[in-house]
């Protein structure tokens, strides 16, 4: 608590003493301490918590685009079976008229 002194003629303003200071409460140090503790904990949690999440969300998007790399790589391997089917079927048209030609002439 603190008092104020008496008015006194010769003294032109009031004096203050304080009953206690800051080195008198341990116990506020150690709570001040402990909050502080306590939100250094909660904000690293939370950024903990933030990363694991975008490391979750990367990982989800790493999935889909494998797939879609599959499903690519699928429809290519179908259209080379499809272009080595046709450049098969030309190879033998070309043979068959190159026999027909020569039987003519």
Same mark, same amino acid.
């Given at each position: 608590m603190s008092e104020v002194a008496p008015m006194s003629p010769t003294s032109p303003t009031p004096s203050v003493t304080l009953a206690q200071g800051w080195d008198s409460d341990p116990a506020g140090t150690l709570a001040v301490g402990g909050v502080?503790?306590?939100?250094? +904990? +909660?904000v690293w949690q939370i950024a903990a918590t933030w990363r694991a999440r975008m490391l979750a969300a990367r990982e989800d998007q790493y999935r889909e685009l494998a797939k879609k790399y599959a499903q690519l790589l699928e429809d290519n391997v179908e259209i080379q079976r499809r272009t080595t089917d046709e450049l098969t079927q030309a190879r033998k048209a070309v043979t068959s008229m190159e026999r027909m030609m020569r039987e003519i002439e």
């Open positions: 502080c503790l306590l939100l250094i +904990v +909660v």
